[in-house]
């Protein structure tokens, strides 16, 4: 009599390295289903403290190259909001178009180069563009890709970690002209966002992802006049509603063994997930137009409680991150390079913006001199690992029939879902799944 | 503008020997400009994974410096064709990205390879999380990678070394 074991110890197309370990008893039933991330920890929240003020948003871009920008903005917001500091609508604005940037890059990313090829069965985007039907869409997908990186370096200075935002606003900004060039690029590719919405809603609305449903706590950031990207009150689709800077009161942390993530779940309640799904659900009514009319001709309809629709989720945010960026490009005209002005002020503070994979949080304690006395970051990823232990927990019952391969596949898919990035974590994947028979 | 000639370092600068392409390409860097025609740019282009695509577009000959790990002594410097590559289910695609075999079957498959691209690759020994700095066999390997990476400029851009 054995048991069922499902492991994986480094699972490709993800940022980072853990394993995924699933044991699956003689009766059919879960006897574990852990993801442990190896990453080893990054000590940022140590060896910030001490420095000055301003080096935090520059060093907590280094966490990641996928979402430099998440960290660095929600590191600016909180310091700024810590020491009292006003920045321009220009600045705000100028934010957020470096945040879509990033969102369109990852996004891109992620559903082409990391989920698509389960999808369709192929071991990689490589062995997805010998296919010579999709070989012109993964073309396509690295344009799109590239798009974002371009607007990134256009704002930002540089490809990944940006020279150009700093404490109180910008160091330089871009001309109208480069931005015109690349609303006309953001237009043209407009058309291959829809398509991107179309054919990932063919992949995910088959059995059995399309079945695979488990109703959840989706976190998120909220604001009835604006999709959250950069601002927005704390809130989930179960009554969480509450100002981003009170996260660390709301949203508490704890060590897990053979994790090196900390594991967390709202006060006086339980777990919960972030990312794009669970932005989607809980802010539908504020992307734009065409993302939720292209929602509704793919027949997709919040709620939405089945992970592996978050693919469809982020199709409908590249939809919706063009749109933005064209509209935000609009409205900053020609950026003027303005004076940046601020004073160190003692305070303590927290702010959440919502990365790709979803809700990050920075903050801390700064002294009268702009020292750093306190610091604390949580990235997305180390949100979602109690949530996908549920996922496992649900679902690997309601696919017991499969094979090892196709169930271990299963259950990889299942990581992904959560477009998981262990560098910011810490890291991780591996997945280990074993029936006893 | 297109350049004649692209060199590009690839590596992490703090996995040890994994940094050796970067290394070769300050290396080269600290050569009298002289000796390296006008139209050739140096790139440390750290991991760049699919990044290689949009860097190759930038021009028609290509040379990568990278770390290679075949088995054979550390400090050995290859040189070879990309066409000479090893297929890649070889060589499993990265946790992080893609690796240069990868790039250069997409770029393959999508008509963007450069019309030359030549991998000289230096067989490393450590790939130490964490620290900086080669070890002794891989750091006195690079003044030969520098020299081989010399005569490859010399071969595409058809002169002679003189």
Same mark, same amino acid.
């Given at each position: =009599? ?27 039933? *879960?006897?574990? &289903? ?11 929240? &140590? ?15 280094? *966490?990641?190259?996928? +979402?430099?920008?998440? %960290? %660095? ?11 009292? *500091? ?11 178009? =470096? ?7 990852? %996004?891109?990313? %992620? ?16 062995? =997805? ?128 063994? !053979? ?55 982020? &199709? ?21 390079? @303005? ?8 305070? @303590? !503070? ?31 990823? &180390? ?5 996908? @232990? ?30 998981? +990035? ?16 | ?56 577009? #930038? ?18 410097? /290859? ?16 946790? /992080? ?14 008509? #963007? ?17 964490? /620290? ?23 071969? /595409? ?6």
């Amino acid at each position: =009599m054995s048991d069922r074991r499902l492991y994986v110890d480094y699972l490709a197309r993800m940022e980072g390295d853990g394993a995924m370990d699933i044991v699956i008893g003689e009766n059919g039933e *879960i006897k574990k &289903a852990a993801w442990e991330v190896w990453e080893p920890p990054r000590f940022f929240e &140590a060896f910030l403290i001490g420095r000055k003020v301003e080096e935090a948003p520059e060093l907590v871009q280094r *966490i990641c190259g996928i +979402c430099p920008h998440a %960290h %660095h903005i929600a590191s600016l917001r909180s310091m700024e909001r810590a020491m009292g *500091i006003k920045v321009s609508e220009q600045t705000r604005l100028l934010r957020e178009l =470096m945040h879509y940037s990033d969102w369109i890059m990852s %996004h891109a990313l %992620h559903v082409y180069c990391l989920a698509a090829p389960d999808f369709v069965g192929f071991e990689s985007v490589v062995a =997805m563009a010998g296919n010579p039907d999709l070989l012109p869409i993964v073309g396509k997908a690295l344009g799109l890709k590239r798009l974002g990186n371009d607007m990134i370096v256009a704002i930002c200075g540089n490809e990944i970690q940006n020279r150009t935002s700093v404490l109180g606003g910008f160091t330089a900004v871009p001309s109208k002209a480069t931005l015109q060039a690349l609303k006309e690029r953001l237009k043209a590719a407009k058309e291959f966002a829809f398509e991107t919405v179309k054919l990932v809603v063919q992949l995910g609305n088959v059995a059995p992802y399309n079945k695979l449903e488990r109703k959840a706590e989706y976190v998120s950031l909220y604001d009835p006049k604006r999709y959250p990207i950069n601002e927005g009150r704390l809130y989930s689709n179960d009554g969480l509603d509450v100002p981003d800077e009170e996260y660390p009161i709301w949203i508490l942390e704890k060590h897990v063994m !053979s994790c090196n993530c900390k594991h967390a779940t709202i006060k006086g309640k339980g777990i919960f997930a972030v990312g794009p799904l669970m932005r989607v659900n809980n802010n539908f009514g504020t992307m734009s137009a065409d993302a939720r009319k292209i929602a509704a001709e793919v027949g997709f309809s919040v709620p939405c409680f089945l992970p592996y629709f978050s693919i469809v989720a982020r &199709a409908l945010e590249l939809v919706h991150s063009i749109d933005a960026s064209i509209e935000l490009i609009d409205v900053l005209g020609e950026p003027k390079l @303005e004076e940046i002005k601020y004073e160190y002020k003692a305070g @303590e !503070s927290y702010a959440v913006v919502e990365a790709a994979r979803g809700s990050a949080m920075h903050g801390g304690r700064v002294d009268k001199n702009g020292i750093i006395q306190k610091y604390d970051l949580i990235a997305p990823t &180390a949100r979602n690992i109690a949530s996908l @232990e549920a996922d496992f927990k649900a679902f690997v019952p309601q696919l017991l029939d499969l094979s090892d391969e196709d169930l271990t596949l299963k259950c990889e898919m299942m990581v992904r879902n959560y477009d998981p +990035c262990q560098s910011c974590a810490t890291h991780s994947i591996k997945v280990n799944l074993r029936r006893e028979k | 503008m297109k350049a004649d000639l692209l060199v590009i370092g690839c590596g992490n600068e703090w996995a040890s020997d994994d940094a050796v392409g970067l290394q070769v390409i300050r290396s080269l860097k600290e050569l009298d400009e002289v000796k390296l025609p006008d139209g050739v740019e140096l790139i440390e282009a750290g991991t760049p994974g699919l990044n290689l695509l949009d860097l190759w577009d #930038r021009a028609d000959r290509v040379i990568i410096v990278d770390a290679v790990k075949s088995g054979a002594a550390p400090g050995t410097v /290859h040189s070879f064709d990309a066409s000479l590559l090893p297929p890649r289910d070889v060589m499993p695609v990265s946790s /992080h990205g893609v690796n240069i075999i990868d790039a250069v079957e997409l770029g393959r498959l999508l008509g #963007r390879l450069p019309a030359q691209l030549t991998v000289i690759g230096v067989e490393i020994l450590s790939e130490q999380p964490f /620290h900086v700095g080669l070890t002794p066999e891989v750091e006195a390997a690079v003044p030969r990678a520098r020299e081989r990476v010399v005569e490859a400029i010399t071969q /595409h851009l058809g002169k002679q070394k003189e």
